[in-house]
């Protein structure tokens, strides 16, 4: 079992930056891939970004060149760098698990996911 906190979350105005982490429990960390994913109200939770176990990013296209995924194995804490932000950006952020190492854009491969982190961005 891994678990997983995130924080960093927030109210922002559009244009503003935040930085979200997650910190992982156990020894296994450096062999996972790490996502971080989003919600809305009413919709299907979605993949924003991912980090392979050896470095390789993945990003949703509306995210690209504003966000910035990163991970520090000493500290078992993946990040997501969130810049420009827009209100459209505004949701619970999750972060998750792979343990098969890929970082994937797909939900169902993620095996343990955190509790995720508010992020509200206003107009």
């Known amino acids: 079992q891994v678990q997983l906190v995130e924080s960093g979350g927030g109210l922002v105005q559009a244009g503003g930056s935040l930085r979200l982490s997650c910190a992982a429990s156990?020894?296994?960390?450096?062999?996972?891939?790490m996502g971080w994913f989003r919600q809305v109200p009413g919709k299907e939770r979605e993949f924003v970004s991912g980090?392979?176990?050896?470095?390789?990013?993945y990003y949703t296209d509306s995210v690209k060149g504003r966000f910035t995924i990163s991970r520090d194995n000493a500290k078992n804490t993946v990040y997501l760098q969130m810049n420009s932000l827009k209100p459209e950006d505004t949701a619970v952020y999750y972060c998750?698990?792979?343990?098969?190492?890929?970082?994937?854009?797909?939900?169902?491969?993620?095996?343990?996911w955190g509790q995720g982190t508010q992020v509200t961005v206003s107009s």
């Open positions: 998750a698990v792979d343990r098969t190492g890929r970082g994937t854009r797909l939900r169902y491969q993620y095996d343990y």
């Open positions: 156990g020894r296994s960390f450096s062999s996972y891939g």
């Open positions: 980090i392979t176990s050896t470095g390789s990013t």
